[in-house]
């Protein structure tokens, strides 16, 4: 595997979770949501729930084919 693959790959990776960490959890606490799940159509997916004191519980999995 060229290790351009493997860089781009682990960017995808990243993007994923920085996604989910960032815009979707704003969006999450923008409307006040108890839960959610989102999937990108490629295995990407997350999962989102308000806990009992107010925090946010993030779930999140990225597939990967080689």
């Given at each position: 595997?060229?290790?351009?693959?493997?860089?781009?790959?682990?960017n995808e990776r990243m993007q994923w979770s920085g996604f989910v960490e960032a815009t979707v959890v704003n969006f999450f606490d923008e409307h006040d949501l108890a839960k959610m799940s989102i999937e990108d159509g490629n295995g990407n997916k997350a999962k989102l729930s308000r806990t009992?004191?107010?925090?946010?519980?993030?779930e999140y999995s990225s597939i990967i084919l080689l």
């Open positions: 595997m060229s290790d351009d693959l493997k860089k781009e790959e682990k009992k004191d107010g925090g946010v519980k993030v």
